[in-house]
């Protein structure tokens, strides 16, 4: 039987052979698998917790205007209390939180910044479909003044780790050092996260996609064009049939499409034309689209590389486009002709 290797000994072994992480950020990531472990514990329990259940709403709202839920402070708490600690950071970020969240005095101060959606997809907490935790690390830039939110605002092209634990059926847990993607499933017997996948790849095309078809209306030209050639099939411009999915939890549809290609959008729409996007810049479209390029797909908010966005706000929206290469590139080259 093939011998199992756990997330500890992959990351021993990228710090070790392959010279990609230092211990510290090692360190780091084994902290936040372990975080990811509580909250999906946390998840499971689901209703069983009788009046103090987990499910349902906190009564508050986040810096996005968003009704949190139980479950979303739950795993942001997680998250801060796991790893205020252990002397590899210098500051948080979430968000779920307004400002950064500074490593108290009290513990060692590292040289890594972390920033995450702990429970994104919330809405599907209470009707038992996937969610999942997001996030991104980034190192401080050199210098020897104190932390602010100012040090957070580097293009996601800077990060140095990036991953998300997607709660499903399995709870996986996906992660890049900027040598390829790896997946790990936890083994709950063991306790611990079990290398299932390493150099993940996404096929260049695609019969896939995920959109929100309900915001149709509010679509710019070059994403109506895009879909409406996909729905035309096989006698339509494209020559071949397509198939949708949306699960409305972007964990789940990025994990779909590492697992099988697909092109992932949610693209800008004339609701609110101030903003560029839905979705968040720095702890979701960041992350998600560096495991996405590691993975040999693309990922653009239709006019540049995500990556390349230089950040002006900790909770700047984008506008995004991401998955199988070529369909991305198509969509792409759309708003070029603009
Ligand atoms: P809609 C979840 O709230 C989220 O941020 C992403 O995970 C997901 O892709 C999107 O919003 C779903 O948005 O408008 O379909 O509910």
Redesign the pocket.
């Known amino acids: 039987m093939s011998q199992k290797i756990s997330l500890t000994r992959y990351l021993v072994e990228q710090q070790r052979m392959e010279g990609h992480i230092p211990s510290q950020l090692r360190l780091l990531l084994e902290v936040v698998a372990r975080a990811c472990k509580r909250i999906s514990q946390a998840v499971n329990k689901g209703a069983l917790g009788g009046e103090n259940s987990i499910l349902g709403t906190a009564g508050s709202e986040n810096v996005q205007g ?1 009704v949190q839920k139980k479950l979303d402070i739950i795993a942001n708490e997680v998250l801060i209390e796991a790893n205020e600690w252990g002397g590899h950071l210098a500051a948080m970020a979430s968000e779920e939180m307004d400002g950064i969240y500074v490593v108290p005095n009290r513990y060692p101060q590292g040289e890594y910044l972390l920033l995450f ?1 702990p429970l ?5 907490i209470d009707v038992n479909v996937s ?1 999942g935790t997001i996030f991104s690390v980034l190192k401080m830039p050199e210098d020897d003044r104190g932390v602010d939110e100012g040090d957070f605002l580097q293009p996601g092209r800077q990060q140095v780790a990036a991953g998300y634990c997607v709660y499903g059926p399995q709870t996986t847990l996906v992660l890049t050092v900027g040598d390829g993607v790896a997946m790990f499933t936890l083994d709950r017997e063991q306790g611990s996260f079990v290398l299932i996948e390493e150099n993940v790849r996404i096929s260049p095309d695609t019969q896939e996609f ?1 959109i ?1 078809m ?2 149709m209306r509010h679509w710019d030209e070059p994403v109506r064009r895009y879909i409406d050639e996909c729905l035309a099939g096989q006698e339509g411009p494209r020559g071949k049939n397509f198939n949708m999915r ?8 990025v994990h779909r499409i590492l697992c099988r290609g697909g092109i ?1 959008m ?1 693209p800008w729409d004339k609701r609110e034309p101030d903003k560029a996007g ?3 810049l720095m702890y ?1 479209a960041n992350p998600m689209s560096w495991l996405i390029e590691q993975a040999g797909g693309a990922a653009t908010n239709g006019h540049q590389r995500i990556l390349d966005i230089q950040p002006t706000k900790l909770h700047e929206r984008v506008s995004v486009i991401l998955g199988s290469k070529n369909e991305v590139e198509r969509v792409t080259g759309y708003h070029a002709k603009l």
């Open positions: 968003e959606d994104d997809g919330s809405s599907n969610i995920a929100n309900s915001n949306w699960v409305a939890s972007m964990v789940a549809d992932f949610y839905k979705l968040r979701e």
